[in-house]
């Protein structure tokens, strides 16, 4: 069973960085690709980041390639989304996900955290 916890969101300033963690308190979770997603009001849930399970690949949406970096330590159980030189459209909600299969769509995702606020002020 994988359950997810987001941390380390808040309020940061235009070009500022911050850095999400998502630990899984299973034990299962080297084998599950990951990635984060993110909705702000109004809009739907999209796809920023996903790393896959073993060989590490990533990827990303275009909104965000150069300025968020996705990593994971299976040691630690935790996925970390790196976010530098942010703009106030990254405001949303960003949500850690898990999947047995390789997906940049939220229906591709079995396993959801509850979600960390990032606020970007301009």
């Known amino acids: 069973q994988v359950q997810l916890v987001e941390s380390g969101g808040g309020l940061v300033q235009a070009g500022g960085s911050l850095r999400l963690s998502c630990a899984d308190s299973?034990?299962?979770?080297?084998?599950?690709?990951m990635a984060w997603f993110r909705q702000a009001p109004g809009k739907e849930r999209e796809f920023v980041a996903a790393i896959s399970r073993r060989s590490g690949s990533t990827a990303y949406s275009h909104s965000v390639k150069g300025r968020f970096t996705i990593s994971r330590d299976d040691a630690k159980n935790t996925l970390y989304l790196q976010m530098n030189t942010l703009k106030p459209e990254d405001t949303a909600v960003y949500y850690c996900?898990?999947?047995?299969?390789?997906?940049?769509?939220?229906?591709?995702?079995?396993?959801w955290g509850q979600g960390t606020q990032v606020t970007v002020s301009s």
């Open positions: 996900a898990a999947s047995l299969v390789i997906s940049t769509t939220a229906g591709g995702y079995d396993y």
């Open positions: 299973g034990r299962t979770f080297s084998i599950y690709n």
